[in-house]
Structure formats: C-alpha cells, structure tokens
C-alpha cells in the first residue's frame, strides 16, 4: 500500500512550466494529485476556492508576486504553503515566513529535499485521530484561551484563531509547557523533521506572526514573554504572570 493517501490535492503556482511538468512528473507517482498554475491572479482564485493538501508557490510571478499571492491565500486559508524562489537571501525567507508561509525552499532543491520538507508541513495537518462522536475532546485552558490539540483548533475569548501549521504547533508546544521557558533548539525539535538545516530566524519570525493573532504586545505581553538569548516561556496567569 502506498505511503501516499491518492486523494492528496496539491497546486503548484510557478511560472516555469518546465519546473512545474518536472515536479507534477516526480509527484504524481507518490500519490499526488497535481494542478499547475502560472500566474499570481489565477493561483489566488484556485488557492482559496478549492480544497487542496499544500500549495506550493513561486515568489517571481506574472500580475501578482508570491508574497502578495501568499497574502491573500491567508485571508482565507490555513493550507501549508511551500515557497519557492531563485533568491536565496535570508530577507527574502523572512518576508515570506511572516507573511504566512510554513516553510521556504531556494530553487536550487533537489526533489528529494523538496519531497521531505512538503510531507514535513503537510504532516502537521493531517487529520486528527477518529474519536468517538460521544467522547469529549481534550482541551487546554490558559486564561481565556482554549487549544484542542486533536481539533487543531485555538480558540481566543469567542474569536477562532486562523492559524498556519508551523504557528499552531508553535503555540501548543508553549501552552503546554506554560510558566517554562522552551528554547528555540527546543521548539524547532518539535515543530520540524531535522531531515534539513533550519536557519535560526525562523522561530522568531512565527512567534512574531503568532504574537500578532493573538493580539500580544510583546513590550507587556500577556501571553508570550521573551527571554533574550534564552527562548519563549507562554505566561502562567495562574502563577501571577510568572
């Protein structure tokens, strides 16, 4: 039995059509469903109008760049995005990474390497275990936020938060261990395969976009407290703030 679920959708939003014939004959046989796109204008259409597994998007686009693409798939969609491009600097990575993308690959990937970090992000949102539909689901309680675990589902006073992959596992990892500091070695143990390097920014740009959803003033926060050169501790209320 394929390690694939056959049903897997994926859209590649590249204006290289050879790139993107390359990648939809290396996927297919894996399991996956592949629809191809060229433009930005059209990628956001499909993006948020359809049911898909992850997207994986190019940063150069015609009509629309991908970080502007990647905006407007987040205003209505949490589906892991993969994103591509041909500049490989680190503030192109980190634009990307706060505007909502769950990982970051220069084009210089092999399709191995691309293979593993796509079932890396797509892992974090695969469906929660079956539960009876009688049987309560777990949930965690800090102050007026509630996470379910299985749902996949944070919920802050009556707002659901829209969460990407990587700032979900990010927040359940903190809420979990609340009144502890959790190093960034720590968290990136949690939240990624260590099939690949990460670069050491990328935590701290997801706690930036998660502190932003969760509407945290990282001066006087009230959920995240950050502790230079150390890492992120989630705030105890029931231990004063401590």
């Given amino acids: 039995m394929s390690e694939m679920d056959p049903g897997h959708r994926l859209l590649i939003i590249d204006d290289d059509e050879g790139l993107c014939e390359l990648l939809a004959e290396y996927l297919s046989p894996l399991g996956y469903q592949v629809e191809l796109v060229h433009t930005g204008p059209e990628g956001v259409v499909r993006a948020t109008q359809e049911e898909w597994h992850a997207v994986i ?7 629309m760049d991908g970080f502007d693409v990647l905006k407007a798939i987040r205003a209505k969609s949490a589906v892991p995005v993969l994103m591509l491009t041909a500049r490989g600097d680190e503030m192109d990575r980190i634009v990307g990474l706060e505007v909502g993308a769950d990982d970051y690959l220069p084009k210089t990937f092999s399709t191995r390497e691309l293979l593993a970090r796509l079932r890396a992000v797509t892992r974090r ?29 944070a ?55 998660l502190r932003k959803k969760l509407g945290d003033d990282p001066k006087q926060p009230r959920f995240i407290r950050t502790y230079r050169s150390a890492g992120y501790m ?4 029931a231990r004063g703030g401590h």
């Fill in 155 to 209: 919920v802050l006073g009556d707002e659901h938060l829209t969460l990407t992959p990587v700032e979900f596992e990010l927040l359940l990892s903190l809420v979990k261990a609340k009144g502890r500091v959790k190093t960034r070695d720590q968290l990136l143990d949690e939240i990624r395969d260590r099939e690949w390097e990460v670069f050491d920014r990328s935590v701290d740009v997801h706690i930036s976009a």
């Fill in 57 to 63: 998007l190019d940063v150069m686009l015609p009509g």
């Fill in 125 to 153: 949102t695969a469906a929660a275990p079956t539960t009876s539909p009688t049987a309560p689901l777990v949930e965690i309680v800090v102050g007026d936020l509630r996470v379910q675990p299985e749902a996949r589902l």
């Fill in 234 to 237: 989630f705030i105890d209320p």
